[in-house]
């Protein structure tokens, strides 16, 4: 299975720009995704990636190294509704095929 | 036009209950999912299910069992209701492993489970 580690909670100003890292251990990578959830409501995805890179959407941005086990979802011009719990899943090629999540990064925007 | 939808939002019951939760969804998806999520809100999965397999998380009680009358529909029931199972119980779907490598999932707004 993997092993996927992020910051509990950070905290940001409104209009700065924060990272929130993500570090997994899998046998076989296939896919890390980023999901926002607001308290009481469902998750939503936010990006995908599988190949190396940054995938840029908007104010948020989402950065995956394959090599390294790692990807950051980088959020730009924080506004006070991003404060929000964010979520890093990564599929495993083995047979579920279904992501495991991240216990998530509560992220608090402050005026 | 709600994509994934569940019934009941909030669910108060007894120790010892058998209680069922519903989920629908119209995106036309073959895969559907249960998850809980802890006080800790750490998402855990629960099944996996499209017509052709189910896949258990095998940490699962076997009094949590899944039920799919149709392709749109996947419910949970839970059987004798322990203080434990109190969390919030998330629906989802996906297009499945065919739709390619995104396969995006869609979630339910949840369902507020307390056990008494």
């Known amino acids: 299975g993997q092993n996927i580690d992020q910051p509990t909670e950070m905290t940001a100003t409104e209009g700065a720009i924060v990272q929130i890292n993500c570090t997994y251990q899998t046998s076989g990578f296939n896919g890390l995704f980023w999901y926002q959830q607001h308290a009481g409501e469902a998750p939503t995805f936010l990006s995908y990636?599988?190949?190396?890179g940054l995938e840029e959407k908007g104010r948020f941005s989402s950065f995956l190294s394959r090599s390294k086990g790692y990807s950051y979802l980088l959020l730009k011009e924080l506004q006070m509704k991003d404060s929000a719990s964010y979520l890093c899943?990564?599929?495993?090629?083995?047979?579920?095929?279904?992501?495991?999540f991240g216990r998530g990064t509560s992220l608090i925007v402050h005026p | 036009d709600t994509a994934v939808s569940q019934t009941p939002k909030y669910l108060v019951t007894q120790m010892g209950n058998d209680k069922s939760i519903k989920c629908e969804q119209n995106l036309g998806h073959d895969t559907m999912y249960w998850y809980k999520q802890d006080s800790k809100k750490f998402l855990k999965i629960m099944f996996s299910y499209n017509n052709k397999e189910l896949i258990i998380n095998e940490t699962v009680p076997n009094r949590f069992s899944p039920k799919s009358p149709d392709k749109a529909h996947l419910n949970l029931h839970i059987n004798s209701l322990e203080l434990g199972d109190s969390a919030v119980y998330f629906c989802?779907?996906?297009?499945?492993?065919?739709?390619?490598?995104?396969?995006?999932?869609?979630f339910g707004p949840g369902t507020r489970l307390t056990v008494l």
């Open positions: 990636n599988v190949l190396d």
């Open positions: 989802a779907s996906s297009q499945g492993r065919s739709a390619g490598a995104t396969d995006t999932q869609y």
């Open positions: 899943a990564v599929r495993d090629r083995g047979g579920s095929y279904i992501p495991t």
